[in-house]
């Protein structure tokens, strides 16, 4: 069982292209496929995300969920993509085959990283990945928060409050 990557994926492009793109990712109710990106899940059917999002389908714009098993790096980028033979194709050969300009933020904080992808519809790849920063409660737990979120209204995983944080350091 993996530990998951939180992630938001945001896509440009001919709406037809789009949806493509959407398609390769693995939803609850699927079947065998040819084709799919790796170990990229969203938790639901594919028919019930089409109706969520159609009116961003037909512009060609959509940001959604998505949750990688590892690490967005190792699910689209390198390492299932080529032990896949084939079937699992790199993010930045979809792009460049389907000319969608591409973003996707993650978070794992069970392992305290962030990543940043964005890959071009030339399929100009650029990846960041960012450790979190640790912070310390009043009650003394250390967790990591992502820099997405608003440290003064995160919940301590310790004392389930709202609590006075301290960023920590490295020495």
Same mark, same amino acid.
């Given at each position: 069982?993996?530990? !998951?990557?939180?992630?938001?994926? !945001?896509?440009?492009?001919?709406?037809?292209?789009?949806?493509?793109?959407?398609?390769?990712?693995?939803?609850?109710?699927?079947?065998?496929?040819?084709?799919?990106?790796?170990? %990229?899940?969203?938790?639901?059917?594919?028919?019930?995300?089409?109706?969520?999002?159609?009116?961003?389908?037909?512009?060609?714009?959509? $940001?959604?969920?998505?949750?990688?098993?590892?690490? #967005? !790096?190792?699910?689209?980028?390198?390492?299932?993509?080529? /032990?896949?033979?084939?079937? $699992?194709?790199?993010?930045?050969?979809? $792009?460049?085959?389907?000319?969608?300009?591409?973003?996707?933020?993650?978070?794992? #904080?069970?392992?305290?990283?962030?990543?940043?992808?964005?890959?071009?519809?030339?399929?100009?790849?650029?990846?960041?990945?960012?450790?979190?920063?640790?912070?310390?409660?009043? $009650?003394?737990?250390?967790?990591?928060?992502? %820099?997405?979120?608003?440290?003064? /209204?995160?919940? #301590?995983?310790?004392?389930?409050?709202? #609590?006075?944080?301290?960023?920590?350091?490295?020495?």
């Amino acid at each position: 069982m993996p530990n !998951w990557c939180i992630g938001d994926v !945001w896509v440009k492009g001919k709406p037809k292209n789009v949806e493509k793109f959407v398609k390769l990712f693995l939803f609850d109710n699927s079947r065998t496929k040819k084709r799919y990106f790796a170990r %990229s899940f969203i938790h639901e059917s594919l028919k019930d995300f089409k109706e969520e999002y159609k009116d961003e389908l037909k512009v060609g714009e959509i $940001c959604f969920g998505v949750d990688f098993a590892w690490s #967005c !790096w190792s699910c689209l980028i390198d390492g299932y993509p080529q /032990d896949s033979k084939g079937k $699992c194709p790199e993010l930045k050969n979809i $792009c460049k085959e389907l000319k969608v300009n591409v973003e996707i933020k993650t978070e794992k #904080c069970g392992l305290g990283f962030e990543e940043l992808v964005r890959c071009s519809n030339k399929g100009e790849l650029d990846y960041q990945e960012m450790a979190m920063k640790t912070y310390k409660c009043s $009650c003394g737990n250390e967790q990591w928060i992502e %820099s997405s979120r608003d440290v003064e /209204d995160t919940e #301590c995983y310790e004392c389930e409050k709202v #609590c006075k944080w301290k960023e920590v350091k490295e020495k």
